[in-house]
Protein backbone atom coordinates (compact mmCIF):
# COMPACT_ATOMS: atom_id res chain seq x y z
CA UNK A 1 0.00 0.00 0.00
CA UNK A 2 2.88 2.22 1.31
CA UNK A 3 4.19 1.55 -2.13
CA UNK A 4 1.46 2.20 -4.09
CA UNK A 5 1.53 5.96 -2.93
CA UNK A 6 5.18 6.78 -3.53
CA UNK A 7 5.18 5.43 -6.56
CA UNK A 8 2.17 8.15 -7.42
CA UNK A 9 3.70 10.59 -5.28
CA UNK A 10 7.05 10.36 -7.32
CA UNK A 11 5.13 10.00 -10.52
CA UNK A 12 3.27 13.47 -9.44
CA UNK A 13 6.50 15.33 -8.75
CA UNK A 14 7.82 14.05 -11.99
CA UNK A 15 4.99 15.64 -14.26
CA UNK A 16 5.02 18.43 -12.57
CA UNK A 17 8.43 18.68 -12.94
CA UNK A 18 8.15 18.51 -17.04
CA UNK A 19 5.36 20.37 -16.89
CA UNK A 20 7.62 23.43 -15.26
CA UNK A 21 10.08 22.56 -17.93
CA UNK A 22 9.17 23.12 -21.39
CA UNK A 23 10.59 20.77 -23.66
CA UNK A 24 11.94 19.03 -20.97
CA UNK A 25 11.54 15.01 -21.43
CA UNK A 26 11.22 12.85 -18.30
CA UNK A 27 14.89 11.54 -17.96
CA UNK A 28 16.08 15.06 -17.66
CA UNK A 29 13.59 15.81 -15.32
CA UNK A 30 14.57 12.52 -12.98
CA UNK A 31 18.34 13.52 -13.72
CA UNK A 32 16.86 16.75 -11.50
CA UNK A 33 15.76 14.24 -8.72
CA UNK A 34 19.33 12.90 -8.92
CA UNK A 35 21.01 15.67 -7.39
CA UNK A 36 19.51 15.52 -4.24
CA UNK A 37 21.96 12.09 -3.46
CA UNK A 38 24.88 13.58 -4.62
CA UNK A 39 27.11 13.16 -1.57
CA UNK A 40 29.97 15.56 -0.43
CA UNK A 41 32.76 14.39 1.39
CA UNK A 42 35.42 16.80 3.20
CA UNK A 43 38.85 17.39 1.54
CA UNK A 44 41.18 14.25 2.77
CA UNK A 45 43.78 17.04 3.75
CA UNK A 46 41.32 19.10 5.29
CA UNK A 47 40.26 15.39 7.51
CA UNK A 48 44.23 15.23 8.58
CA UNK A 49 44.54 18.44 10.17
CA UNK A 50 41.79 18.01 11.88
CA UNK A 51 41.75 14.56 12.98
CA UNK A 52 45.23 15.69 13.91
CA UNK A 53 44.63 17.90 16.13
CA UNK A 54 41.90 16.43 17.78
CA UNK A 55 44.46 14.10 19.05
CA UNK A 56 46.91 16.94 19.99
CA UNK A 57 44.70 18.03 22.31
CA UNK A 58 43.57 15.23 23.66
CA UNK A 59 45.46 15.12 27.27
CA UNK A 60 46.93 12.03 27.41
CA UNK A 61 49.21 12.49 24.40
CA UNK A 62 52.26 13.28 23.90
CA UNK A 63 52.03 15.84 20.72
CA UNK A 64 55.83 15.00 19.23
CA UNK A 65 54.31 11.44 19.16
CA UNK A 66 51.09 12.29 16.68
CA UNK A 67 51.15 11.89 12.53
CA UNK A 68 49.06 10.71 10.44
CA UNK A 69 50.52 6.75 11.06
CA UNK A 70 50.20 6.64 14.65
CA UNK A 71 48.32 4.16 16.50
CA UNK A 72 46.73 4.94 19.41
CA UNK A 73 48.02 2.32 21.28
CA UNK A 74 51.17 1.43 20.31
CA UNK A 75 52.43 4.86 19.46
CA UNK A 76 50.59 7.59 21.79
CA UNK A 77 50.23 5.01 24.67
CA UNK A 78 45.96 5.30 25.19
CA UNK A 79 44.38 2.46 26.38
CA UNK A 80 41.06 1.18 24.99
CA UNK A 81 38.77 3.44 26.98
CA UNK A 82 40.86 6.38 25.79
CA UNK A 83 40.75 5.69 22.36
CA UNK A 84 36.77 5.53 22.89
CA UNK A 85 37.14 9.13 24.38
CA UNK A 86 39.10 9.86 21.34
CA UNK A 87 36.79 8.28 18.91
CA UNK A 88 33.96 10.47 20.79
CA UNK A 89 35.98 13.82 20.19
CA UNK A 90 36.25 12.91 16.80
CA UNK A 91 32.75 12.29 16.57
CA UNK A 92 32.01 15.06 18.11
CA UNK A 93 34.57 17.40 15.93
CA UNK A 94 32.77 16.49 12.19
CA UNK A 95 29.52 16.13 13.42
CA UNK A 96 28.76 12.26 13.01
CA UNK A 97 27.82 9.26 14.61
CA UNK A 98 30.23 6.67 13.81
CA UNK A 99 28.66 2.75 14.75
CA UNK A 100 30.39 0.66 17.59
CA UNK A 101 31.25 -1.92 15.20
CA UNK A 102 33.73 0.82 12.86
CA UNK A 103 34.56 2.55 16.36
CA UNK A 104 36.24 -0.93 17.26
CA UNK A 105 37.83 -0.89 14.20
CA UNK A 106 39.77 2.89 14.25
CA UNK A 107 43.43 2.12 16.09
CA UNK A 108 45.05 4.52 14.17
CA UNK A 109 45.04 8.14 13.11
CA UNK A 110 45.32 6.82 9.85
CA UNK A 111 42.25 4.68 10.19
CA UNK A 112 40.53 7.84 11.97
CA UNK A 113 41.24 9.92 8.61
CA UNK A 114 40.37 7.23 6.29
CA UNK A 115 36.80 6.79 8.10
CA UNK A 116 36.20 9.77 7.99
CA UNK A 117 36.82 11.07 5.05
CA UNK A 118 34.84 8.75 3.50
CA UNK A 119 32.11 9.56 5.36
CA UNK A 120 29.55 11.97 3.32
CA UNK A 121 27.88 12.76 6.57
CA UNK A 122 31.31 13.97 8.15
CA UNK A 123 31.30 18.12 8.43
Same mark, same amino acid.
Request: glycine share 8%; charged share 25%; aromatic share 4%.
Given at each position: ???? %??? $????? &? ?16 ? $? ?15 ? #? /????? &? &?????? %? /? ?9 ? $? ?8 ? #???? %? ?36
Amino acid at each position: MLRA %VAS $QIKQG &VVARLCAQQQGAAGPAAL $QLLRGFAEASYLDKGQV #T /DRVLN &V &VKNFEK %V /DVAKVGPGASF $QKDLGLDSLD #TVEL %VMALEEEFAIEIPDSEADKILSCGEAISYIASNPMAR
